[in-house]
């Protein structure tokens, strides 16, 4: 892909699209990468902090890019199309970040090449797990193209697209998990003397290293936890306390919690 010439737009740009605008405008030229916002004020903002440019209008954002990203609720999706079609190029790919918001009702309001993804906030420093699916419409050029730009942000990975509610419930939620974890392993930690800011470490670079671990892609996690746990060991009598408290369990359920409510946000529309 041309990096130096290829022409992106950004409708919308909360949390999770500045996160991507960020991890792009690094790899692509940030002069031809335009962003729209319901205030144009918030726009201009992000704009000047990625040197890219602050569309006036969604349309003007969609006018003469060749991937067109849709950052806004799954309520609102269906207008923007209707409001940016008359300038959405001939050749153009629409990439839906909506939630619930199938392929299928995509291509109804407007007959397009459709791409679905699900990002999560590690895009912020380019270490999204980003998921995607797609309409039999998007040609192989133009996939390989979505995932480049999306790459640039983190990992990227193909699924059917009925798994997307399993997605958002793993790595689309997973990260506020894995928060709650980092933030539990440093209160121990300060429960036993360790400075706040030193528990901060200790626990993510630990979680980071384990998580590089299994993608490394040698053992499973479940032989990984058994290297480090030596019999009549610290380690086993940890895990063991995670199990009588049901810390597996209640990961397990969170995560259904998620799925469930993903599941739910097409009827809900």
């Known amino acids: 892909m041309d990096t130096e010439n290829t022409k992106i737009g950004f409708i919308g740009c909360g949390s999770m699209g500045s996160a991507i605008i960020h991890a792009v405008c690094k790899k692509f030229n940030p002069q031809?990468?335009?962003?729209?916002?319901?205030?144009?004020?918030?726009?201009?903002?992000?704009?000047?902090?990625?040197?890219?440019?602050?569309?006036?209008?969604?349309?003007?954002?969609a006018?003469?890019?060749?991937y067109i990203f849709l950052?806004?609720?799954?309520?609102?999706?269906?207008?923007?199309?209707?409001?940016?079609?008359k300038n959405i190029p001939d050749d153009a790919v629409l990439i839906s970040m909506a939630p619930g918001i199938t392929l299928k009702e995509l291509s109804e309001k407007y007959d397009a090449p459709y791409v679905r993804i699900m990002p999560n906030v590690g895009a912020e420093v380019s270490q999204s797990m980003t998921a995607l699916?797609?309409?039999?419409?998007?040609?192989?050029?133009?996939?390989n193209g979505v995932k480049e730009i999306l790459a640039a942000a983190g990992k990227v990975e193909t699924v059917d697209e009925k798994l997307m509610s399993c997605v958002t419930a793993v790595s689309g939620s997973g990260p506020a998990y894995a928060?709650?974890?980092?933030?539990?392993?440093?209160?121990?930690a300060v429960r036993f003397g360790m400075p706040r800011k030193e528990a901060?470490?200790?626990?993510?670079?630990?979680l980071k290293g384990a998580a590089e671990m299994v993608l490394s892609g040698g053992d499973s996690p479940a032989?990984?936890?058994d290297s480090v746990c030596s019999p009549g060991g610290t380690t086993i009598e940890g895990i063991a306390a995670l199990e009588r408290f049901g810390f597996r369990n209640s990961i397990i359920e969170a995560v259904s919690a998620?799925?469930?409510?993903?599941s739910e946000i097409s009827i809900m529309r």
């Open 32 to 61: 031809n990468i335009k962003i729209s916002a319901k205030h144009f004020e918030h726009a201009k903002k992000v704009a000047d902090a990625e040197n890219c440019i602050a569309a006036a209008s969604n349309a003007e954002a």
């Open 179 to 188: 928060f709650v974890f980092i933030e539990a392993l440093a209160d121990a």
């Open 133 to 143: 699916a797609y309409s039999e419409e998007v040609s192989q050029e133009d996939l």
């Open 200 to 206: 901060y470490i200790y626990a993510s670079q630990t």
């Open 223 to 225: 032989v990984l936890k």
């Open 258 to 262: 998620a799925f469930k409510k993903s």
């Open 63 to 66: 006018n003469g890019s060749k």
């Open 71 to 85: 950052d806004v609720k799954p309520v609102h999706i269906k207008e923007i199309i209707d409001e940016i079609k």
